[in-house]
């Protein structure tokens, strides 16, 4: 079967550093997606792991490691704009298949 | 910049009638997905579509759902009977896959929001 992990709810300040944990169990593995969705919008592609390590953009980063079924999203100098829902998202199967995880809602105030 | 399109925006139908969301996806890409979102929940996929045929579908995507790409750019997802449980909102998506490349990358439209009375 599948599983996601990730925290429902986090809270942050404008300026401060936050890291959203994912941790899944899935068959197939290609790799590890993560999305950014505001309230009534669609998801939108942050970043995509294929291999253990950071991959940055910008003031977000994000970290895969394989042997430990784990991954992270790093958002840095938070900014109001940044209170939306985040999902991380395995890639697997034959057929470039995403699952949602269930997502984290980040709130940042000022 | 390339972006998938969907219509409706918005559409309100009574239960059992049938419903048909399209979408257009980003023309060179290989690999189209619907998911929806129920109001204040997670994305949930319903199926994949890759050379003209479903290559993955859920749960969820039961009897009365069927996808279509008629005409080469078109991709249909129909509700034959609804039910007021299909209430949410319709995510359609396309990857790129050219290459054989997997980038995570998925295109989402702007969503069909059905509602079902």
């Known amino acids: 079967g599948q599983s996601l992990e990730q925290p429902s709810e986090v809270t942050a300040v404008e300026g401060a550093i936050v890291q959203i944990n994912c941790t899944y169990q899935?068959?197939?593995?290609?790799?590890l997606s993560w999305y950014q969705q505001h309230d009534g919008g669609a998801p939108t592609f942050l970043s995509y792991n294929a291999l253990d390590g950071l991959e940055e953009t910008g003031r977000f980063s994000s970290f895969l490691s394989r042997s430990d079924s784990y991954g992270y999203l790093l958002l840095q100098e938070l900014q109001m704009k940044d209170s939306a829902s985040y999902f991380c998202a395995p890639l697997s199967g034959g057929y470039n298949k995403l699952i949602f995880g269930a997502g984290t809602r980040l709130a940042v105030h000022p | 910049e390339p972006e998938v399109t969907q219509t409706p925006s918005h559409q309100v139908t009574q239960m059992g009638q049938e419903v048909i969301l399209r979408c257009v996806p980003i023309?060179?890409?290989?690999?189209f997905y619907w998911y929806r979102q129920i109001l204040g929940q997670k994305v949930e996929f319903l199926v994949s579509?890759?050379?003209?045929?479903?290559?993955?579908k859920s749960e969820i995507f039961d009897d009365q759902f069927s996808v279509e790409r008629p005409d080469g750019s078109n991709f249909t997802l129909k509700i034959r009977s609804t039910k007021l449980e299909d209430s949410a909102m319709y995510f359609c998506a396309s990857m790129s896959g050219l290459g054989g490349a997997n980038t995570g990358e998925l295109f989402f439209g702007e969503g069909s929001r059905l509602t079902v009375l």
């Open positions: 899935t068959s197939g593995f290609y790799g």
């Open positions: 023309s060179n890409h290989l690999y």
């Open positions: 579509f890759y050379n003209n045929e479903i290559s993955e």
